[in-house]
């Protein structure tokens, strides 16, 4: 199941991604009133409108040229800092992917709506938590509904995959023994 989760992770990076430009490309780069500006909206999810000021300097980009200086003891070219953020963003994913792969194996509940409850926790853990507290992003306070909305819907497109990913992986029939696919509280 881990490695289902780890695969689910990586899939559900990339459905985001192509949430993500699918509503950058119709709304001409402003996913939402008070998106950051920028050009380079690509690759790393929900990020983007998030950042501090320029979506091509999100937090994944932020956390990607850091993982490289500390990996090489080298500040990265600024040409490939876009692409350590895409990478930081399919890390990131891989690895939500991997724990929800182990949670949905002994807490069902954490399968909740398709996956969407697990999607919904990412994003108030990460994006609305730990990413503005290390200062890499606005604080919530400082984003529109509109931005709220845009990365809670991204959030629950990963979850959605995540779990069809891991049904897909021959453990429906843990779905078919249990009541958790509704949106019941943790039991």
Known sequence: MPIAGLA??????L????????????????????????????????????????????AAVQVGSLAYKVITSRTPPPASKVQLGAAAHYTFSATAGLI??????????????????????VWAIADEGVVPALGLSRRPRQLSAGIHLYSLIGHALFGATLEGVRRLGGHEDEVNSRSEDSFAPWC
């Open 15 to 58: 459905m985001t991604n192509l949430y993500a430009r699918a509503l950058s490309t119709v709304t001409g780069g402003h996913e939402a009133r008070g998106a950051a500006p920028g050009r380079d909206r690509s690759g790393r999810g929900m990020q983007p409108p998030q950042a501090l000021d320029r979506a091509e300097r999100d």
């Open 100 to 121: 929800y792969g182990v949670l949905a194996a002994r807490y069902p509940a954490i399968r909740s709506g398709f996956g969407v409850m697990y999607g919904a926790l």
């Open 8 to 13: 689910g992770g990586l899939l559900g990076a």
